[in-house]
């Protein structure tokens, strides 16, 4: 891949509790240049006051599309030549840093607990993984997205 094109990344966030982490999506798709932004399952959506505050407008101007079954946009996703990428902690991840991202990524990000279900890991192209140093085994899920995504920017430029 020529690694002075930047990817185009869209992002899915599953089954996510808090409207604060949703506003936080909103407002680091903004700075990542993340072309779409995908709610689903039971992912709230605006207008809301909670995420509005979090979001700081940018739910204003991302794209964004909500849907109860992300298997959906997956399809559409792969027909368009996406790869499917899960942001987990799994024994097969490859660590962030490692990865060479394609020209263009749906990144999915899950619930804030219990993160990406096997069900759509299983749909997955890749697993990508944060390494940790702590003791914490996990990073707050709008945290991580955004580390990814920084992660995959940077990969891409030279």
């Known amino acids: 891949m020529n690694t002075h094109v930047r990817p185009k990344i869209s992002v899915i966030a599953?089954?996510?509790?808090?409207?604060?982490?949703?506003?936080?999506?909103?407002?680091?798709?903004?700075?990542?240049?993340?072309?779409?932004?995908?709610?689903?399952?039971?992912?709230?959506i605006p207008p809301r006051r909670e995420i509005s505050k979090t979001a700081l407008g940018a739910e204003g101007w991302i794209p964004?599309?909500?849907?109860?079954?992300?298997?959906?946009?997956?399809?559409?996703?792969?027909?368009?030549?996406?790869?499917?990428?899960?942001?987990?902690?799994?024994?097969?991840?490859?660590?962030?840093?490692?990865?060479?991202p394609p020209e263009k990524i749906c990144l999915i990000v899950g619930h804030e607990v219990l993160g990406v279900s096997k069900e759509l890991l299983n749909l997955c192209?890749?697993?990508?993984?944060?390494?940790?140093?702590?003791?914490k085994e996990s990073l707050n899920v709008s945290i991580a997205m955004g580390i990814a995504l920084y992660g995959l920017r940077v990969a891409t430029s030279s």
Do not use: M
């Open 64 to 100: 964004w599309e909500h849907a109860d079954d992300p298997k959906l946009i997956l399809q559409k996703l792969k027909k368009a030549k996406y790869r499917i990428v899960g942001l987990e902690l799994t024994e097969d991840a490859v660590e962030l840093r490692s990865y060479v």
């Open 14 to 44: 599953h089954n996510i509790r808090s409207l604060w982490n949703v506003g936080a999506f909103f407002r680091t798709c903004d700075c990542f240049g993340v072309e779409k932004l995908y709610l689903t399952g039971y992912t709230a």
């Open 125 to 135: 192209d890749d697993v990508v993984q944060i390494p940790l140093l702590g003791k």
